[in-house]
């Protein structure tokens, strides 16, 4: 109970104490953001490799039931909508649209290929061939 007259005292945080915890806050920022970014990066390059690895297959289905994979002109939506040109089209060979790749950007389809009997390929985050890290490009034939 307080007695009359005694002044009423609440207790806050102090300048000092604030700048302190706001400099604690900074510097455990500045350690775990660079961390963090770096495996986001990661993670899209592993995303775009197993893009490929399921267009691959998708391609593979394709070519079993046509005997050939789609060509250049026809290129990855035949995966999805039947050429007008295949009668032996069973599919749709994806259970969803094409999928862009992990930056926003449509994956490079073509055959014959330079490296196979098709080329599907992604150009890594900077869009750009080539490339080192996250900017260096994702492969079929890798």
């Not at 005292?9 to 900074?26: A, K």
């Not at 394709?62 to 994979?69: I, N, V």
């Not at 035949?78 to 295949?86: C, D, F, K, Q």
């Not at 490079?108 to 098709?118: D, K, L, M, Q, T």
């Amino acid at each position: 109970m307080l007695r009359r007259g005694a002044a009423r005292t609440s207790r806050g945080f102090t300048l000092l104490e604030l700048l302190v915890v706001l400099v604690v806050l900074g510097l455990l920022a500045g350690l775990v953001a660079p961390k963090y970014f770096s495996q986001l990066g990661k993670s899209e390059v592993k995303a775009a490799r197993a893009q490929v690895e399921g267009l691959a297959k998708a391609l593979d289905l394709y070519r079993l039931d046509t005997g050939h994979y789609p060509t250049t002109e026809q290129g990855l939506a035949s995966l999805v909508t039947r050429p007008g040109s295949e009668p032996k089209w069973a599919g749709p060979y994806l259970q969803k649209n094409i999928p862009a790749d992990p930056w926003g950007r449509n994956y490079i389809y073509a055959a014959p290929g330079e490296h196979g009997e098709y080329d599907l390929s992604s150009l890594g985050k900077d869009g750009q061939p080539g490339g080192d890290g996250e900017n260096a490009d994702v492969n079929s034939w890798q």
